[in-house]
């Protein structure tokens, strides 16, 4: 499995940013279970869960930080999730990576994979 990021850059407070994740080893609207999303990591700061979809349900999740502000979507025919972000402040800096967790259909192991992650800039 292989995820790659892309839309990062600068951009200054109040502006908008989308990222884009595309996944390749394994389809979105095939039979197996997974949860994709975005993470992030500011300089000197943990990795955070920022957004992510579940396949099992379609359930959505946003951070509290982010809630409002940011949207994730999915396109199953171009096997990409992408993540729509608005108003956005100095606070989201960031290094955002792309993550999905699999369970393949015919198959108990849990595998998960990160993108090599795209850095966010909001200037003040």
């Known amino acids: 499995v292989q995820l790659v990021e892309s839309g990062g850059g600068l951009v200054q407070t109040g502006g908008s940013l989308t990222l884009s994740c595309v996944a390749s080893?394994?389809?979105?609207?095939?039979?197996?279970?997974?949860?994709i999303g975005w993470f992030r990591q500011a300089p000197g700061k943990e990795r955070e869960g920022v957004s992510y979809i579940s396949r099992r349900d379609g359930s959505t999740y946003y951070a509290d930080s982010v809630q409002g502000r940011f949207t994730i979507s999915r396109d199953n025919a171009k096997n990409t999730v992408s993540l729509q972000m608005n108003n956005l402040k100095p606070e989201d800096t960031a290094v955002y990576y792309c993550n999905a967790d699999i369970v393949r259909y015919y198959s108990t192991r849990y595998e998960s994979y990160w993108g090599q992650g795209t850095q966010v800039t909001v200037s003040s």
């Open positions: 080893g394994f389809t979105f609207d095939d039979y197996d279970d997974y949860t």
